[in-house]
């Protein structure tokens, strides 16, 4: 309740200052920046040549329910950006025609660094990502034909679409490069976590003590600056549906109940947690690691201490753990306009 009456007030404060500094930005210059201590992208833009319009194009495009079947839902109605682009805080999203996924929508950011996507990583590449959700019968239910058609007699994507790609028709090519755009400047680095590392501000003594044990115990899978090292694992969940993880792309059975290893950059705004949002709290995700963890033939080593599942953690290392992830929230992401539809 907190951090929601946190994000309205600087959401009414703040936004005109960011709106000033948006509509100062140099159009050519317009490129992808992030701090030095990150690690270099995985996504180089390649023929997709990155430019304003085409950023603006791909926004459009992620915020228009014309990509769906029914026209009812977009990339947006999944991935708020109230939310660092999770869902509205439930388990499963909601698709066209009522029906819900199995799987909880994953938040979205520095997506530049990602090589796969998807809780499974059964999508490798950022320019094709969307396919998947467009496709999905329960999310979006289109076809490709379908939706290139409805651009095509669509004046304002007829436009724009000529503006970013020049005169030849509008194809699935162009409409997942202008995506790609749009999602690789999705770039969050503005945490007080960034601040402390940019030494512009400093840490609370239990920010400081989380951090310490963060980097002792939680390090060695979420791994910073992005907090993630884009693996997947299994975390010693039980599973409560036949969700085979990244087993169901390999079918190999050393890859069962695997799931990919979530950024923890705005934790507190994306819950619920878990690849199926079994978990409500920042609290229960805790005492998970330190005293749910079940044995199962694919659990990940470094959940295994002196020979039993789990993460040794007290109380106090709870606490102070929370205090430090509560850093890791992005405000100046989540209301920047110029993300914003």
């Known amino acids: 309740m907190y951090i929601r009456y946190f994000i309205k007030i600087f959401l009414l404060t703040g936004v005109s200052v960011l709106i000033s500094c ?59 950006q109230a939310h660092a682009f999770a869902d509205h805080n439930i388990k499963f999203s909601i698709g066209i025609d009522g029906k819900t996924g199995s799987r ?21 590449h950022i320019e ?67 601040k402390y590392r940019k030494g512009s501000e400093n840490f609370t003594v239990d920010e400081e003590d989380g951090l310490i044990i963060f980097r002792k115990k939680c390090v060695s899978c979420h791994t910073e600056p992005l907090f993630t090292d884009f693996s997947f694992r299994n975390n010693g969940l039980v599973p409560l549906t036949n969700d085979l993880g990244k087993g169901r792309i390999t079918l190999d059975k050393s890859d069962y109940y695997k799931f990919k290893v979530p950024s923890l950059r705005n934790i507190m705004l994306t819950y619920p ?9 920042i609290d229960q995700v805790l005492d998970h690691y330190s005293e749910g963890i079940v044995f199962h033939e694919n659990l990940d080593t470094s959940l295994i201490y002196i020979d039993k599942p789990g993460i040794p953690l007290t109380e106090i290392d709870k606490a102070k753990l929370k205090a430090f992830l509560v850093t890791l929230t992005d405000y100046k992401y989540i209301s920047n306009p110029l993300f914003s539809q």
């Open 22 to 80: 948006n509509k100062n930005q140099d159009e050519s210059d317009f490129r992808l920046t992030y701090p030095d201590y990150f690690p270099d992208p995985q996504y180089s833009f390649g023929n997709n040549v990155l430019t304003k319009e085409g950023f603006e194009l791909g926004r459009a495009l992620f915020h228009d329910p014309i990509l769906s079947y029914d026209n009812t839902i977009s990339c947006a109605s999944c991935h708020s």
């Open 128 to 194: 094709i990502m969307p396919l998947a959700p467009i496709t999905d019968t329960t999310e979006m239910g289109e076809t490709l034909n379908n939706v290139i058609q409805k651009l095509h007699t669509h004046p304002y994507y007829q436009e724009k679409f000529k503006k970013v790609f020049g005169e030849k028709p509008i194809d699935s090519q162009k409409l997942f490069y202008a995506l790609a755009q749009y999602m690789s400047m999705l770039v969050s680095d503005d945490s007080k976590y960034d």
């Open 104 to 124: 909880n929508s994953p938040a979205m950011f520095n997506l530049a660094w990602q090589s796969s996507f998807m809780w499974d990583g059964g999508i490798n």
């Open 273 to 281: 947690y878990m690849h199926d949002g079994r978990f409500r709290t």
